[in-house]
Nanobody, 126 residues
């Protein structure tokens, strides 16, 4: 079992930056593909970014490509999401997620992630 806790959310003006962190406990995340998703009220959870076990392969939603960067520090059991050039449409609750160990493929499907954090609110004002 993996427990995930997100932090770093807040209110920022358009064009600004935030860095989200996801601290894991329970077992090392070095054996897990990790991802970030986001959700606004009334809409389905949306894929944002994912990263492989070693951190040398990533994938992004088209809407954030070139602005967001996912990274991981397995020694600290933490995953990050650096968000730059933020837009009002990036406003959402951001969730960190982990795949079960043994599943190594990057995936954009929320259903493929077994463990989820409680989320952190990001609000971008225009």
């Amino acid at each position: 079992q993996v427990q995930l806790v997100e932090s770093g959310g807040g209110v920022v003006q358009a064009g600004g930056s935030l860095r989200l962190s996801c601290a894991a406990s329970g077992r090392p995340i070095s054996s897990s593909v990790m991802g970030w998703f986001r959700q606004v009220p009334g809409k389905e959870r949306e894929f944002v970014a994912t990263i492989n076990l070693s951190g040398d392969s990533t994938a992004y939603a088209d809407s954030v490509k070139g602005r967001f960067a996912i990274s991981r520090d397995n020694a600290k059991n933490t995953v990050y999401l650096q968000m730059n050039s933020l837009k009002p449409e990036d406003t959402a609750v951001y969730y960190c997620a982990a795949r079960r160990g043994g599943f190594f493929a990057l995936t954009v499907a929320a259903a493929e992630y077994a463990y989820w954090g409680q989320g952190t609110q990001v609000t971008v004002s225009s």
